[in-house]
């Protein structure tokens, strides 16, 4: 691995041209950070939401499970993810491949070549993750850019009344689908919202490092505000996607090899765009646990 300056130097932190997001510069990933380049790249991400570190093409996956750790503690991969596989290093719990890769006639990871939608990660669950870091190790020519939203924006610009509205509001996060929209094991198909499995979280969190407020939705399909009728809900969180996916909120990430991404879950969403599936793209990904919302 190709060294960089890791001292208690300031590290470069270089916003990207959005409404999120910041490179960050001079963090050497091949030993352990220090105690002042660790609250420097906290500091950033508080202040960002999306950090990329540029151009890392030999990090392993112990680098990635090593440097995740600095900022808590991990979630295991999703049960059905990324189980072990001939062709790269899985047997780590904390590593999830995302790939549409096939070798012997199976997957080696999740989510294909097909576009992803919006959404927050494993918000269905009770205690969603704080964040993911995902890392580049093949890319495809093009296509599978990754987009990011800004929640703490896209709920500061909210109207006055409709801020009052969902103050107290809070919704079920359906647990059946993934991102990619595909059926999980052991999950009924539901139609029906007022009937959606799932944890249930507000519509409005309280980020606990910057004590700011921001819009927490999760995905549309299957969401549910509680105590509204059916119609009710479906305008509502309607008018909400509408607001919070406008590109003035937006920044994109288009790919380079050995780029290493880390967003923060609780105040993003994130969407990928499809790619030639004759093509190849392979991500290693480690989840940063969460805390109640």
């Known amino acids: 691995m190709s060294s960089m300056i890791n001292s208690n130097a300031p590290v470069s932190v270089q916003p990207l041209p959005g409404a999120l997001g910041a490179e960050i510069r001079g963090v050497d990933f091949s030993q352990p950070l220090t105690a002042s380049v660790r609250k420097q790249v906290e500091e950033a991400w508080t202040k960002h939401?999306?950090?990329?570190?540029?151009?890392?093409?030999?990090?392993?996956?112990?680098?990635?499970?090593?440097?995740?750790?600095?900022?808590?503690?991990?979630?295991?991969?999703?049960?059905?993810?990324?189980?072990k596989n001939p062709y790269f290093e899985v047997d780590k719990p904390e590593i999830t491949i995302i790939s549409n890769v096939v070798v012997a006639g199976k997957p080696i990871g999740g989510l294909g070549a097909y576009e992803a939608v919006w959404h927050s990660d494993m918000t269905y669950v009770d205690l969603p993750p704080k964040a993911s870091c995902l890392y580049a190790i093949e890319i495809p020519p093009s296509g599978g850019n990754t987009y990011f939203v800004n929640m703490y924006e896209a709920y500061d610009t909210l109207s006055a009344g409709l801020k009052q509205r969902i103050a107290s509001l809070s919704c079920v996060h359906d647990a059946s689908r993934n991102s990619a929209g595909e059926l999980r094991r052991g999950f009924a198909e539901i139609n029906d919202p007022t009937k959606t499995v799932g944890a249930v979280h507000p519509l409005v969190r309280v980020h606990p490092t910057s004590k700011k407020r921001c819009l927490f939705l999760g995905r549309r399909r299957?969401?549910?505000?509680?105590?509204?009728s059916l119609a009710d809900s479906e305008a509502l969180l309607d008018e909400l996607w509408a607001h919070a996916t406008e590109p003035r909120f937006m920044?994109?990430?288009?790919?380079?090899?050995?780029?290493?991404?880390?967003?923060?879950?609780?105040?993003?969403?994130?969407?990928?765009?499809?790619?030639?599936?004759?093509?190849?793209?392979?991500?290693?990904?480690?989840?940063?646990s969460g805390e109640a919302v």
């Open 49 to 83: 939401v999306v950090l990329r570190f540029r151009g890392m093409p030999t990090l392993s996956a112990d680098d990635l499970i090593a440097f995740s750790k600095n900022f808590g503690n991990l979630d295991a991969r999703p049960i059905g993810s990324s189980e």
């Open 222 to 228: 299957g969401a549910y505000v509680s105590g509204l």
């Open 251 to 288: 920044w994109s990430q288009e790919w380079q090899l050995g780029d290493l991404v880390m967003w923060d879950n609780r105040c993003a969403m994130h969407r990928r765009e499809a790619f030639d599936p004759s093509t190849r793209r392979l991500m290693l990904r480690t989840q940063i």
